[in-house]
């Protein structure tokens, strides 16, 4: 059994997919352990995308990530974390496949709908972020 953090980003909030996105997750056997709307401080952004700073999409991923309300969740099962990545798909839409989450939705790699940790330690690192522990309750 292994945990993962995904987030719905604020093009996926808009675009009202956070039910369609969630489903997708469950339809694959996952379990939503938990989830919340929220909106994240720069200092949250900055700390989720601590690895990217110095890149050339730094700035304008901190500031489309703090544009509008997003969905985090914490999401469980077997080989979770590479189960929520294929559900998403690849990270240029361009590139990502029909049926999953990019594939579907998104049409500009700045803007790709959801976040997802790449790995067990991402996801460790990441939870808690945005969940106290009394939080996690699936
Ligand atoms: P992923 O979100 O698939 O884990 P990543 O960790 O490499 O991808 O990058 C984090 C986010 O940064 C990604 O979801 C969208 C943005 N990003 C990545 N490469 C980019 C680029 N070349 N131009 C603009 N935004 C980019
Ligand atoms: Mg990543």
């Known amino acids: 059994m292994e945990r993962t953090f995904t987030m719905i980003k604020p093009d996926g ?6 039910g ?12 939503l352990v938990a989830l919340k709307l929220t909106r994240l401080s720069r200092d949250k952004a900055e700390e989720l995308y601590s690895v990217h700073q110095g ?3 730094y700035m304008e991923l901190v500031d489309f990530i ?3 309300p997003v969905a985090p969740m914490v999401i469980e099962g077997d080989n979770a974390v590479s189960r929520v990545r294929d ?10 496949d ?4 990019r594939g579907d939705f998104a049409e500009e790699v700045s803007e790709n ?10 996801a460790n690192r990441e939870i808690p972020i945005f969940f106290n522990d009394d939080e996690l309750v699936g």
């Open 13 to 18: 909030v808009k675009k009202a997919l956070v």
């Open 20 to 31: 369609e996105i969630v489903k997708r997750y469950q339809d694959a056997g996952l379990q």
């Open 55 to 57: 890149k050339p999409f």
């Open 66 to 68: 703090t544009s509008g």
């Open 87 to 96: 559900i998403m798909g690849a990270t240029n839409p361009k590139d990502a």
């Open 98 to 101: 029909k049926g999953t989450i």
């Open 113 to 122: 709908i959801v976040h997802g940790a790449d790995s067990v330690e991402s």
